[in-house]
């Protein structure tokens, strides 16, 4: 079985200050791991992904994420906030395969203040 | 390529109602997966289709179905509605299969409400 936990379900940054928004997984097999980001009624977007290549995957958008096996984690970090990164992120974990059925986390609504 | 996209984007129906969502994937790609996303909620995995067969369920009642098309296209159903059905019912494309591995691409939505 697999799951996720996302540790609070908001967040607040000033404009310029590091995100930091934090995702732990569980999973009886070596998982895939992603977060997406959700803005105000729109789909989801692919911010990145871990796939058992490098242990710190680059994303889109300056955001970037490090798989700790040790620690059961894949926290998303951005050195700098900027008020366009408000939205909603979502940690997802799948199993190693192609099928990408995907395990969302409850999400975290980031709030950028100026 | 086109991306992912979903009709309608809107609607309301009456409780006990039956409701059609559709879903044309990316080109391209050969696996469909349906999520509902209730307020406030992340994605719940209803069912993904992979070649025109079930490849998968989520904790769903049998009230909830799909189909895949040969062009692979998609459909969800869902009978007997419930107002607890109310929510963003999302679709994703993705390629599976021979080798090929494409992450999920995910169409905007239908937002389902249920009075």
């Known amino acids: 079985a697999q799951s996720v936990t996302q540790l609070g379900s908001h967040v607040s940054v000033s404009e310029g200050a590091l995100v930091l928004l934090r995702c732990n997984y569980s999973?009886?097999?070596?998982?895939?791991l992603f977060w997406y980001v959700q803005y105000p009624n729109q789909g989801l977007q692919l911010l990145l992904k871990y796939t058992s290549a490098a242990t710190l995957v680059k994303g889109i958008n300056g955001f970037e994420a490090e798989f700790k096996k040790s620690e059961t984690s894949f926290h998303l970090t951005k050195p700098s906030a900027h008020m366009s990164d408000a939205a909603e992120y979502f940690c997802?974990?799948?199993?190693?395969?192609?099928?990408?059925?995907?395990?969302f986390g409850s999400g975290t609504r980031l709030l950028v203040r100026p | 390529e086109t991306g992912v996209t979903q009709s309608p984007t809107h609607l309301i129906k009456t409780r006990g109602q039956q409701v059609t969502l559709r879903c044309s994937s990316q080109?391209?790609?050969?696996?469909v997966s349906w999520y509902q996303q209730a307020l406030g909620q992340g994605p719940q995995f209803i069912f993904q289709y992979y070649r025109e067969e079930e490849n998968g369920r989520g904790n769903f009642p049998p009230r909830f179905s799909g189909l895949q098309f040969p062009n692979y296209s998609s459909e969800l159903n869902v009978n007997a509605l419930e107002l607890d059905d109310s929510a963003l019912y999302l679709c994703?494309?993705?390629?599976?299969?021979?080798?090929?591995?494409?992450?999920?691409?995910f169409g905007q939505g239908t937002r389902l409400t249920v009075v």
């Open positions: 997802a974990v799948s199993r190693m395969d192609s099928s990408y059925k995907l395990i």
């Open positions: 994703a494309s993705s390629t599976a299969g021979q080798g090929m591995n494409t992450e999920a691409f």
């Open positions: 080109s391209g790609h050969n696996t």
């Open positions: 999973s009886s097999v070596p998982p895939y």
